[in-house]
């Protein structure tokens, strides 16, 4: 698997958590998977854990599904979901979450990747004509939905877990505003946060922070 230069560097925040492991493979939850791009580099960095995956669009999870099985992840469970609906729990996913593969692995997580929708303005260098579609309002729209999204998936991290929250935007209120808001609002504590500016490495931007519960 070949990934940009800076999502690359995300999988530095990862190793707070391989250092605290003492044995057992550690729950996951990728929970805006994509086409599983984090959850590989995770399960390079982190060896065997037991991971869901999900993701509100069913065809990148069949993409998903097939980059899996190339890098010979088998433990894992997918499902359809919306984060930004309120559910309880991850051990009754989602009431509208259809599952697509093996039984869950349930939670509470030791981990727990949110690769946030967000504007994409970190990639703009490689489609600058996203600049022509895009207007300021709609990152006060990501704004909302991200904090939707992580006030949805945090009950489901344990005591002593950890929420990896990346974005591929260069806004402050996407990213800063964001962390801003887990540690005000939601008592998460900031291990280390960065922006990792990619345009000297022709790669995209993006941020990443790591938070403990």
């Not at 990747?113 to 709609?138: K, N």
Request: charged share 20%; net charge positive.
């Amino acid at each position: 698997v070949v990934q940009d230069w800076s999502s690359q560097l995300t999988g530095e925040f990862l190793f707070a958590l391989r250092a605290q492991r003492k044995g057992g493979k550690p729950r996951v939850w990728d929970a805006c998977s994509g086409s599983g791009g984090k959850s590989i580099m995770a399960h390079d960095i982190l060896g065997e854990m037991d991971l869901d995956v999900s993701d509100l669009r069913p065809a990148i999870l069949n993409n998903l599904k097939k980059r899996f099985a190339i890098a010979g992840i088998r433990n894992y469970h997918s499902f359809i979901a919306d984060l930004s609906i309120n559910s309880s729990r991850m051990s009754e996913p989602f009431h509208h979450a259809k599952p697509v593969a093996s039984k869950s692995n349930g939670g509470p997580y030791d981990l727990v990747i949110i690769d946030a929708p967000c504007s994409g303005s970190g990639t703009w260098a490689r489609t600058p004509e996203q600049l022509s579609f895009f207007g300021e309002e709609q990152i006060h729209s990501y704004h909302s939905l991200q904090k939707k999204i992580v006030s949805n998936v945090i009950p489901n991290i344990k005591k002593g877990g950890f929420l990896l929250y990346i974005t591929c935007s260069v806004y402050k209120k996407e990213n800063e505003s964001i962390v801003d808001f887990l540690m005000q609002e939601c008592s998460l504590h900031l291990q280390r946060s960065e922006l990792i500016s990619g345009y000297r490495k022709k790669a995209d931007t993006m941020f990443a922070a790591i938070f403990s519960i």
